[in-house]
Nanobody, 120 residues
Framework: VQLQASGGGLVQAGGSLRLSCVAS????????MGWYRQAPGKQRELVAT???????NYADSVKGRSTISRDNAKNTVYLQMNSLKPADTAVYYC???????????????WGQGTLVTVSS
């Protein structure tokens, strides 16, 4: 199973971006999906997660400004980010905690990351 993230880019402060992450492969069921980010010189941190049934969790730093959603039929997770700040500048990574495939179970999968740069 592979994860492909997209949607990053350069945006001015106050702007919006929508990130997408598509999972591909012999997928039977994706479980909790999420977005994490890593700013230069900092550790990777949680942005938001969503369970298969739609329960969400957000970091305090993005709560109220971001919305995570998923389309189970498309094996895709989204992150809509509004009112972006320079502090949101980071590489954003998508994650799936575990995946049931047609042959086995895979754990803790990560996408390649997509860069979000917010200018002041």
């Amino acid at each position: 199973v592979q994860l492909q993230a997209s949607g990053g880019g350069l945006v001015q402060a106050g702007g919006s971006l929508r990130l997408s992450c598509v999972a591909s492969g012999s997928i039977f069921r994706l479980h909790r999906m999420g977005w994490y980010r890593q700013a230069p010189g900092k550790q990777r941190e949680l942005v938001a997660t969503i369970t298969r049934s739609g329960n969400t969790n957000y970091a305090d730093s993005v709560k109220g400004r971001s919305t995570i959603s998923r389309d189970n039929a498309k094996n895709t997770v989204y992150l809509q980010m509004n009112s972006l700040k320079p502090a949101d500048t980071a590489v954003y990574y998508c994650n799936v905690d575990w995946v049931v495939t047609t042959t086995n179970i895979e754990y803790d999968l990560w996408g390649q990351g997509t860069l979000v740069t917010v200018s002041s």
